[in-house]
Nanobody
């Protein structure tokens, strides 16, 4: 059973930056597609960014394109989300997710079956 632990959330002013980290347990992290999702109060969870098992390609929601960058370090079993030019509408709980299915089913947005507990990001205006 893979465990995902997010960190790096917090309170930041609009225009600021944060870097989220997601540490994964297990020895097969390098075979997982990984993604970040977020859920704001009263809203459904939404896709933010995803990255293939190898680190390329990557993909972003239109709302964060050009501001957020997803990356991974397979040697450290960690995926990151660098968030720049933050806006109040980015306020949400951010969740890390992994596709651990065997055989590998790709990096589609609906493929993620393992989730972290979430980390709160609050952007003040």
């Amino acid at each position: 059973q893979v465990q995902l632990v997010e960190s790096g959330g917090g309170l930041v002013q609009a225009g600021g930056s944060l870097r989220l980290s997601c540490a994964a347990s297990g020895r097969t992290f390098s075979s997982y597609a990984m993604a970040w999702f977020r859920q704001a109060p009263g809203k459904e969870r939404e896709f933010v960014a995803r990255i293939s098992w190898s680190g390329s390609p990557t993909d972003y929601a239109d709302s964060v394109k050009g501001r957020f960058t997803i990356s991974r370090d397979n040697a450290l079993n960690t995926v990151y989300l660098q968030m720049n030019s933050l806006k109040p509408e980015d306020t949400a709980v951010y969740y890390c997710a992994a596709n651990t299915k065997i055989p590998y089913t790709g990096w589609g947005i609906k493929e993620y079956d393992c989730w972290g507990q979430g980390t709160q990001v609050t952007v003040s205006s």
